[in-house]
């Protein structure tokens, strides 16, 4: 970067939540100055950074005030006033990863129009201005029907099986993907920096709580074949560089039962599947995106161990002050690592926390992650 980032470098971060934090953490062994704008006066991030905003990732008044006197401007949450990004970035502001970049990716439409229109491989699709349009609909029954902007966490996702599911499906301008049997999701965590070096952490395996629809177990690295990894890393690698991407770029995809990669997903910025990359791999997810946005030499993704990593989430039945079970009891056990996210209040399947396990044997790790789930509990 043209300023010497020691010291000097006026960091924004928009979104103030766990993602935001462990940015923070990770920032803070560069000597950068980070400021936060978040909604949340109690956001996560609050109490680490250098200076906290209150106030809306959507506004552009909001947004614009709050960068234009910084040097480099990113992003935890995909959520956010791109108009003001570009004011911000006509003015010189660095904003990584570039706001045109952000404007696609919060529309899941755009997002597979540029997969189809780059040939990245991905599910038949349709896009649908309102209920009405499902009744007749291009694609065979069962489908799933994604809300084109705001869906996160399982959230603004349907499986339409029958044509009586129609009557509750969302009315807003959605899409509909064909019904993916597939056999195990997937994940590629790819960085770029701005001289074009790009620079992937290897395959992971994820599974999903059915309940939430949310990330629960992820196990790295995978055991499928080097073809599969592969080709899931070239596909991640091909997407940052059609997209020309600064920072890191999550890419979620299934693995289907004939052995096709389909991408599902992508996210452009720091992302849960890459929580267990702080214990389990020589650099982290957060390091990485931080270097890439600096400009830097990319780090050594290689793992160093089987890492496993459980979301921390908040127990059905549950709401209120954050209490947590089970903590010393987790925390004597060899190769278990906590991460809570300095969230007071807890509500059913809110992500709290996550656990990294790491051990040399990949079985070993594999049981130990199973008794962390079971006596680690979030209640309230």
């Not at 529309?107 to 349709?126: C, E, M, R, V, Y």
Request: net charge negative.
């Amino acid at each position: 970067m043209a300023k010497d980032f020691y010291g000097e470098l006026q960091l924004g971060i928009l979104g103030g939540g766990q993602l935001g934090r462990m940015l923070i953490q990770e920032a803070i062994n560069y000597n950068v100055n980070v400021h936060i704008l978040d909604p949340d006066k109690n956001a996560p991030c609050r109490k680490l950074c250098n200076k906290f905003e209150c106030g809306s990732l959507s506004d552009f008044e909001t947004v614009y005030n709050f960068g234009k006197d910084l040097d480099l401007i990113t992003i935890e949450i995909e959520k956010v006033n791109v108009d003001a990004l570009e004011k911000l970035e006509e003015e010189g502001v660095i904003v990584y990863p570039q706001s045109r970049i952000i404007r696609l990716i919060q529309d899941k439409g755009l997002q597979k129009q540029f997969f189809k229109q780059n040939d990245i491989p991905t599910s038949a699709f349709q896009l649908i201005s309102t209920k009405d349009n499902l009744t007749n609909a291009s694609l065979s029954l069962p489908y799933i029907q994604k809300l084109r902007r705001d869906g996160y966490d399982g959230k603004g996702v349907k499986k339409i099986v029958t044509e009586a599911d129609i009557q509750d499906a969302f009315e807003e301008p959605s899409l509909i993907e064909e019904w993916v049997d597939f056999e195990k999701e997937i994940a590629v965590i790819v960085a770029r920096n701005d001289r074009g070096d790009v620079s992937t952490f290897p395959m992971v395996e994820m599974e999903f709580n059915p309940q939430a629809n949310l990330v629960e177990f992820l196990i790295a690295p995978s055991l499928y074949g080097v073809e599969i990894q592969q080709r899931a890393e070239a596909i991640a690698k091909k997407i940052a560089d059609d997209l020309q991407i600064v920072g890191l770029l999550a890419v979620e995809m299934f693995l289907t039962k004939n052995g096709d990669i389909l991408v599902n997903e992508i996210a452009p910025r720091p992302h849960n599947s890459g929580h267990q990359t702080i214990e389990g791999n020589y650099v982290s997810q957060f390091a990485q995106h931080l270097r890439a946005i600096f400009n830097l030499p990319l780090g050594d993704t290689r793992c160093r161990t089987t890492a496993v990593m459980i979301n921390l989430l908040g127990e059905d039945g549950y709401e209120g002050l954050a209490k947590y079970d089970g903590v010393e009891e987790v925390l004597a056990m060899e190769g278990v690592y906590l991460h809570l996210y300095g969230k007071k209040y807890t509500k059913p399947f809110r992500k709290m926390g996550h656990i990294c396990i790491i051990n040399d044997d990949r079985d070993k790790a594999i049981s130990n992650a199973r008794k962390v789930q079971e006596i680690l509990k979030v209640k309230a």
